[in-house]
């Protein structure tokens, strides 16, 4: 579940949130938001980008060519409506994406959006031979590009890109986020300001221009008076994203007037917050946290710990207790709301003594000791250490001897994109949207 808590400074109005997570805020002109989030921000090039929070500001500044509608809420998967591309045509074998482009769009920069510049980010971010290639792109984004076969510029406002196989997801993947996001970045800025430049001159198509960036600190970004849908230009003239990773900073900067709006309160604090009269805004969440546990490792190259340890957790005390409800057990590494989710799935149930059982079968009848890696997370992550001292607490009354080590998010990121370190067992993230890179089809190599 999402939660987010929403002050009233400033009179903003009470759909300022919506507004914002939507691309667009319907709050009172000549105003601007603050928001407390969860942690610093990653790169502000999309290739490039890491975590949630980072989304934040990446998909207001940044477009592509087709967005999911996030005004409606529920539970249901959003629906796939036109962006930088206005209309789409699919081929009978269901491999090529023929996009018509908006014309008359603009980068922030005052160059053109077209059929040129589409081919310009396809080249940056999956072409190792261009000039602009972004390196880090592919290990971000394989698994929106792993299908890709070609691309191509048919006219200065048609696009096509063709995949080796039909892909049912593919659209919805081109509006990702968190690691990686296949969205367009002025090809006029990348040659002014280089791949390393972009980073502190994010220039996209968005309703919000990119402003300033304190590290550590602060993003700034303001509303873009001529974006190219006049239904959707921001009311609110500029939203604030303040990094607050302490979960305590972030309460009481809401409850000062300090932030209008902070994203995730600790659960445990949640009556307090209302009883100071702010307002809770809670909603169904795609976001799950998914066990990592390092098949390198000796330990854990052997399934009976592997399934030894999810057995050890007691998922449903650990949402009722330590998440005070306002979270659920999930079984299974597929999040609701995305493909081939189904509720029914059990992975494995709690059974501390067939655990203890399967350690002794695979030769650890007094136990094991390990490691786990752990982040204090970022976008809607919260006492992710307290979760990782509930697990480590579970695993110890079967003989699971685990060590915490907490990293920050982004030197988290930086950390796993080599891979878990050596005698790290066990590691943990939130995961959660409608595409999943967990079924990412098999294809040969480009």
């Known amino acids: 579940m999402s939660i987010f808590v929403k002050g009233l400074r400033r009179g903003i109005a009470s759909t300022a949130l919506l507004g914002l997570m939507a691309g667009f ?9 603050v928001m407390g989030v969860e942690a610093d921000f990653s790169r502000m090039d999309p290739a490039a980008a890491r975590t949630w929070n980072t989304f934040k500001v990446i998909r207001h500044v940044y477009e592509t060519f087709v967005e999911e509608d996030l005004t409606k809420g529920g539970d249901a998967v959003p629906e796939i409506v036109p962006a930088l591309a206005e209309s789409w045509d699919i081929s009978d074998d269901r491999r090529t994406y023929t996009f018509h482009l908006r014309k008359g769009v603009k980068f922030h920069d005052g160059s053109d959006w077209n059929a040129d510049a589409a081919k ?4 940056r971010m999956t072409n190792p031979d261009f000039e602009y290639f972004v390196p880090a792109s592919p290990g971000l984004m394989g698994w929106v590009w792993g299908d890709l076969e070609s691309y191509a510029v048919v006219d200065p406002y048609t696009f096509t890109i063709t995949l080796t196989q039909p892909n049912a997801e593919f659209l919805r993947r081109l509006t990702a986020g968190g690691s990686g996001s296949p969205r367009m970045v002025s090809p006029t800025a990348v040659a002014t300001f280089g791949n390393d430049g972009i980073e502190q ?6 309703p919000f ?14 509303r873009n008076p001529d974006y190219w849908n006049p239904e959707r230009i921001p009311k609110t003239d500029r939203i604030i994203l303040r990094a607050m990773p302490e979960v305590s900073t972030r309460e009481l900067a809401i409850m000062s007037g300090e932030v209008d709006i902070i994203g995730t309160p600790s659960p445990d604090s949640i009556a307090m917050l209302e009883a100071q009269g702010l307002q809770l805004i809670t909603g169904p969440s795609p976001m799950i946290y998914v066990m990592w546990f390092n098949t390198k490792d000796e330990i854990f190259k052997d399934v009976r710990v592997r399934k030894a340890a999810c057995m050890a957790i007691n998922r449903e005390e650990m949402a009722l207790y330590q998440r005070m409800g306002y979270a659920q057990p999930t079984w299974g590494v597929l999040n609701p709301g995305g493909p081939g989710y189904d509720p029914e799935f059990r992975d494995c149930d709690y059974d501390p003594e067939g655990a203890k ?16 890696d752990w982040t204090f ?32 998010n982004n030197a988290f990121w930086d950390m796993m994109s080599a891979g878990m370190r050596d005698g790290t067992g066990i590691t943990s993230a939130s995961w959660g949207k409608a595409p999943s890179p967990g079924l990412t089809s098999c294809s040969r190599p480009r």
Do not use: C, H
């Not at 310009?120 to 080249?123: C, E, G, I, R």
């Not at 307290?386 to 110890?396: F, N, P, S, V």
């Open 209 to 222: 221009k990119f402003v300033e960036r304190v590290p550590g600190e602060r993003v700034t970004i303001a």
């Open 25 to 33: 805020s319907p709050a009172l002109a000549e105003s601007t938001i």
């Open 120 to 123: 310009f980010n396809l080249d």
């Open 377 to 408: 997370g970022g976008g809607a992550d919260v006492n992710t250490k307290g979760d990782a001292e509930w697990l480590q607490r579970d695993w110890a009354k079967v003989g699971i001897r685990a060590k915490i080590e907490m990293f920050d």
């Open 201 to 206: 001159n994010p220039i996209g198509t968005g």
């Open 357 to 372: 059982a399967l350690l002794a079968e695979a030769g650890y009848p007094d136990g094991l000791d390990t490691r786990m």
